[in-house]
């Protein structure tokens, strides 16, 4: 064999392992990523299930009688008497 095959053989052979190794380290980042994004749509689907809770609960206590219920016990709120009603005009 002439030095120039064996040289072209050689070459030949490193570039077939750097390709070999080129395929691994992009499937390892490809899986690497790939958990990464299950967790972050894992993340999503308990930060939605949250926003949902958040949102029933807000319009639970944002109901007309909560309020009023609040305003009455927190606060010693009350519906103003007759007398306790003044009018104002310009």
């Known amino acids: 064999m002439s030095r ?3 040289g072209l ?4 052979g490193l570039a077939v392992v750097t ?4 395929v691994v380290y992009a ?3 490809s899986r690497k990523h790939f958990v990464e994004l299950q967790a972050l749509q894992l993340e999503k689907e308990r930060i ?4 949902g809770r958040l949102q029933l609960e807000e319009s639970t ?3 007309h009688s909560q309020v009023e219920s609040k305003a009455r016990d927190r606060l010693g709120m009350h519906l103003p008497q007759i007398d306790e009603v ?4 310009n």
Do not use: F, N, P, Q
């Not at 053989?9 to 030949?12: A, E, N």
């Not at 390709?19 to 080129?22: F, N, Q």
């Not at 003044?86 to 005009?89: C, G, L, Q, S």
């Open 19 to 22: 390709s070999g190794i080129g």
């Open 27 to 29: 499937k390892y980042l």
């Open 61 to 63: 206590l944002a109901t």
């Open 9 to 12: 053989l050689v070459l030949l």
């Open 4 to 6: 120039v095959h064996s």
């Open 48 to 51: 939605t299930v949250e926003w």
């Open 86 to 89: 003044m009018v104002i005009r």
